[in-house]
């Protein structure tokens, strides 16, 4: 799958801490993440799914973890999450992340959902409904959630 056309869209789930939305592949998206305050970028695709644009390494402190998608023939596990989370905290300890995946819809929703449900209380349904809100494209599937719940029961 190419780059996402069209606009850019950072959403903050969390001001100042935590930002949202598809893979950043061109200048213009590096440009807007350091004019929101960016510090670390935290990927969950794989490098063949959206190669990171020139300058990504050198301009945040960057962190991959591939978290499988809808299309990848299996869905994440607990474990999966977990080290998605490991991640965003050590960037999160240096500044403002922004989490992406290819178009935001899944992964990256579902990871930032943990971290709500971690770092903030919520409850799954609280964190989910509030991602809505503030991120309409959320759209995490009950599989996806299904890793979410067997991280939080363990």
């Known amino acids: 799958m190419g780059p996402i056309t069209g606009r850019f869209r950072l959403t903050w789930v969390l001001r100042e801490e ?4 598809p893979g950043p592949w061109a200048d213009r998206h590096l440009l807007r ?14 490098w063949e799914e959206l190669p990171p644009p020139a300058g990504l390494r050198e301009q945040f402190h960057t962190r991959r973890v591939v978290l499988p998608d809808h299309r990848a023939g299996r869905w994440p596990r ?3 999450l977990e080290q998605a ?6 960037l999160a300890a240096l500044g403002p992340v922004f989490v992406h995946c290819v178009a935001a819809r899944e992964r990256s929703p579902l990871v930032c959902l943990a971290w ?11 964190g989910l409904d509030y991602l809505l809100q503030v991120h309409p494209g959320t759209s995490p599937l009950p599989q996806q959630l299904q890793a979410l719940t ?5």
Request: charged share 20%.
């Open 18 to 21: 935590l930002a949202i939305g």
């Open 33 to 46: 993440l350091q004019q929101e305050g960016i510090r670390g970028v935290l990927s969950l695709c794989a």
């Open 78 to 80: 607990p474990e999966d």
């Open 85 to 90: 989370l490991a991640a965003l905290a050590d």
């Open 116 to 126: 709500l449900m971690r770092h903030r209380g919520l409850s799954l349904q609280q």
């Open 150 to 154: 067997g991280l939080f029961e363990a």
